[in-house]
Structure formats: C-alpha cells, structure tokens
C-alpha cells in the first residue's frame, strides 16, 4: 500500500461542483463536506462528522452559511464552530468540526489535508489551461477501488496505451519509442517524455483534428507529487511541422481511503475550441479510455490483494518515471510524519 502523504494540497472536487447542494468526498480517510458560500462565493470544506453521534453532514442541510445537521439539528458556521444546540442555550465549548484551509484556482477545489498552519497556498500547483482563454476543456471522475500508488504507476508508463489503450490513444509507436525520465526533487516533480518521429495517428486524433495520415506526436509528462499530472501532448502532420495541435491532459490522483482513489481527468484543446460536436466526442471517447483503466486497475488490485505476502515486482527500463515518482511520494510521506518513521494509513 502506498503511504499517504498528509501536509499536502489535494483536488477535492471541481469548482462547478461545488454550490449551495452540500458535496460529500473523502480524502486521505478524512471525511470532508463542502459547500459554496453565499455570502462571499468561497467554497467552505468541514469535517463531514457532526460532533454529537458522527452523523454525516453531507446528509444534512445548508440555513445561509451554516450546516443543520440532518439527525438532531446541531447547526455549525463555516469556520466549524457549533452555533446552535436544540433544546439548550449552552453550547459545549469542544462542539466544533474542523475546517480545511481550501484554493480554489484553475477551475479546482484545493483542500490542504494536515496541519492547517502549514498551509502555504502558493504551492499549489497550477493546471492554468483548465481555465484559460484559447483552451476548451471536457472532464469527469472515476472512483477506482485501488490503491493510489497503482494510478500514479499507470499514469507515469503510457507504454500501457499501446495494450490497454490500443484503437483509442494506443499505437505500436508508444510503447516503442524510448524515454526520458528526469526528477526534480526540490519541485517535487517528476517529468516523462517521449517523441514519435513518425508514427500512426490514434483515433481518438485523427477524430478531433482530421488528420488522416502520420504524425509526430510528443508526450511530455510533469506529476507534481502527490496530486496533480499534466500531460503536454503535441502533434504534428509528418512533413507540416508548422500544423501542431496541442492537447493538455490533466489528472489529479486523490486518494480517498485504503485502497480507493478519485481519478479526477480532463481533456483540453486549444484547437476548434467552440465545436460542441467535438467536445462531445472527447469526453464520450477519453471516458472510454479512464473507463479501460479504472477496470485494468480494480482487476489489478483485486489480483495483488490475494498475492502472497512480498511478491516479486520485476521492473525495467520504461518504469524509470513511476519508480522515481514512488520513491518520491515515500520521501515526502517521511517528511509528513516528523520524528518518525512513514507510517502507512
Ligand atoms: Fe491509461
């Protein structure tokens, strides 16, 4: 099991999903509940545990900005502090839930899962295409009952696109073509990238820009440990290098509890931008390609879970970017926990 890594910012949903419904989600095993503020419009995340029987409030109700618990009423501002108890005008100095410190920014919620004084949020990492002018964006998120660890291995060795992947974003080019691994430990990131001088052009582009013979095609992956995965895709008509189409890929790897993490994915184009046609068919058709994964990973887990105890992993050359993005989730898991060994969840 990969160890969690606390004192880090995690996606916790997207901007258009939070609003005045209250939004359940877990991370790192902390149950959170999330709503938008009327008052000023910022998103508020709260322990999702009401204090007097653990009710959770994401089955509750929002009154302005205050969480009525749906089981007895205990009601709760958006700093956490309880302000009404039925039946009592004294309310129990220890009746409060914790409030997350939260960045809403590139069209994500951010919620800083440790010690809130730590909280810097100018280390959240940017995704700005998410939310720019010029770029067009489809998304969604898929739950998969795996272990964290197991999408960051997956997402970091898109070797797997020519096998799991292969009639959607797969060709034989990709698992072929060598790569380049370099780790950037003071950023925290791990950057991937291949090149494809001349290779047959996916489905899933020759749909979105009409290109019917080969292409150069590049993929540059930055992870910024723990959460956040970008992956820069360029291609090009071979022999029209001046026609790039340019695709950023985006992925924020939550994990939620012991075995289950939220594959949050998006798709951005910074080409026919206003063709509903075609935002259409990137989110029906990279859904299909999460869809291929989340059940390659639920099969992959559920196989591991039954493996005798210190089976034997063999890794080669291509798995350079993932084992150097574990090594890094360990060290920063370590760092997590001062004075101490890492701890697993
Ligand atoms: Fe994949």
């Known amino acids: 099991m990969t160890e969690f890594v606390r004192n880090q910012w995690y996606v916790a949903a997207y901007a258009e999903e939070v609003a005045r419904d209250l939004l359940g989600r877990t991370i790192l095993g902390e149950p959170l509940v999330l709503f938008r503020s009327e008052e000023d419009g910022a998103v508020v995340a709260l322990a999702d545990r009401c204090v007097h029987r653990r009710y959770p409030l994401s089955a509750s109700s929002l009154e302005n900005d205050t969480v009525v618990c749906g089981y007895h009423g205990f009601t709760y501002d958006r700093t956490g502090a309880c302000v009404r108890v039925p039946g009592q005008t004294r309310i129990p100095r220890t009746a409060r839930v914790a409030a997350y410190p939260v960045v809403e920014r590139d069209s994500l919620v951010w919620v800083w899962i440790g010690s809130p004084d730590l909280a810097d949020p100018a280390a959240v990492p940017r995704a700005r295409h998410l939310d ?32 799991l992947h292969n009639g959607y974003i797969g060709t034989p080019e990709v698992a072929e073509s060598p790569i380049t691994t370099d780790v950037d430990e003071d950023a925290r990131v791990v950057r991937v990238s291949r090149r494809m001088a001349d290779a047959a052009c996916p489905p899933f582009y020759a749909r979105s820009t009409g290109i019917a013979g080969r292409i150069t095609r590049w993929q540059d992956i930055e992870y910024f440990a723990p959460c956040l995965y970008l992956l820069h895709s360029r291609i090009s008509p071979v022999g029209e290098p001046e026609r790039v189409f340019r695709t950023e890929i985006t992925y924020a790897i939550t994990p939620s509890a012991p075995g289950t993490v939220y594959d949050f994915w998006a798709v951005s184009r910074d080409f026919a931008t206003d063709d509903a046609e075609l935002d259409a068919f990137l989110y029906d058709f990279n859904r299909e390609v999460v869809i291929q994964d989340v059940d390659a990973l639920n099969l992959l887990q559920r196989t591991l879970d039954t493996e005798p105890e210190g089976y034997q992993e063999l890794s080669i050359g291509i798995d350079t970017g993932a084992l150097a993005a574990r090594r890094m989730l360990a060290a920063l898991a370590a760092a997590a926990v001062p004075g101490s060994a890492a701890v697993t969840p």
Do not use: C, F
Not at 139 to 163: C, F, K, Q, W
């Open 132 to 163: 720019a002018p010029g770029w067009a964006t489809v998304r969604g998120m898929e739950p998969i009952d795996a272990d964290y660890g197991l999408l960051v291995d997956n997402l970091l060795d898109l070797s797997h696109e020519t096998y």
